[in-house]
Nanobody, 122 residues
Framework: QVQLVESGGGLVQAGGSLRLSCAAS????????MGWFRQAPGKEREFVTS????????YYADSVKGRFTISRDSAKNTVYLQMNSLKPEDTAVYYC???????????????WGQGTQVTVSS
């Protein structure tokens, strides 16, 4: 199993920026993808973004496209989520994820991070 440890959540003003990180350890496969989901109060957990480890291809939910950027550091086995122009509706618990399929149309998650709270004030 891949173990995922998240950090970087916090409180930020609308329009501000925040960077999340997710460090992976344990078994890793080149065919795996890593990414982020989020869950706001009263809502289902939703896909945010993912990156394919083999070639670095990325995918974004429409709601964050142009504002969020996912990247990876292969040497550190770490994925980053740079969040810019944050809005109050971005407020949620953000969960790092790893799996074979992490896409807007469907995901098969093998491992979850513990979650980190992101709060954006208006």
């Amino acid at each position: 199993q891949v173990q995922l440890v998240e950090s970087g959540g916090g409180l930020v003003q609308a329009g501000g920026s925040l960077r999340l990180s997710c460090a992976a350890s344990g078994r890793t496969l080149s065919s795996y993808a890593m990414g982020w989901f989020r869950q706001a109060p009263g809502k289902e957990r939703e896909f945010v973004t993912s990156i394919r480890w083999s070639d670095g291809s990325t995918y974004y939910a429409d709601s964050v496209k142009g504002r969020f950027t996912i990247s990876r550091d292969s040497a550190k086995n770490t994925v980053y989520l740079q969040m810019n122009s944050l809005k109050p509706e971005d407020t949620a618990v953000y969960y790092c994820a790893a799996g074979f399929i992490l896409l807007p149309g469907g995901s098969s998650v093998k491992s979850w991070g513990q979650g980190t709270q992101v709060t954006v004030s208006s």
